[in-house]
């Protein structure tokens, strides 16, 4: 069995979060959506993919001259582990205190209550 990829940091999850969104991307595309106009260099995006392939969280294609980098696992996959890190870190393994805790503190669409409902029902269901 496989280990466990590492959880991405801050800043790995939002480049992360480009790859996801706009798909297989070079390092100069990644910097010009998250960094473009700011005082953050080009380097940093560099070493945060580099960073990212080095713990397995992205695929680089070396094909070109310019590297092109992939999410190495779908989004929902890597925002479960890192959920999960977060309960565990956090809320003592206790996914509820989460929920209770995030619910506290921000606003819940009726679309979004109606799913939260939906998914209590069926975790009752499959605790019967």
């Given at each position: 069995?496989?280990?466990?990829l ?6 790995e999850?939002?480049?992360l979060?480009?790859?996801?969104r ?15 106009g ?16 080095a ?7 070396e ?5 092109i980098y992939?999410?190495a ?5 890597t925002?479960t ?21 995030a ?9 979004e ?14 605790a019967?």
């Amino acid at each position: 069995m496989s280990q466990p990829l590492p959880e991405p940091t801050d800043a790995e999850l939002q480049v992360l979060r480009v790859l996801w969104r706009h798909g297989p991307s070079t390092v100069r595309e990644v910097f010009d959506v998250l960094y473009q106009g700011t005082s953050v260099g080009y380097t940093t995006a560099l070493k945060l993919l580099q960073n990212l392939y080095a713990k397995g969280l992205v695929r680089r294609d070396e094909a070109r001259r310019r590297h092109i980098y992939e999410a190495a696992a779908p989004e929902a996959e890597t925002m479960t582990g890192v959920v999960k890190d977060l309960i565990d870190r956090a809320f003592d393994g206790r996914a509820a205190a989460l929920a209770l805790r995030a619910l506290g503190a921000g606003r819940a669409s009726r679309e979004e209550l109606a799913e939260l409902k939906a998914m209590i029902r069926r975790l009752e269901d499959r605790a019967r």
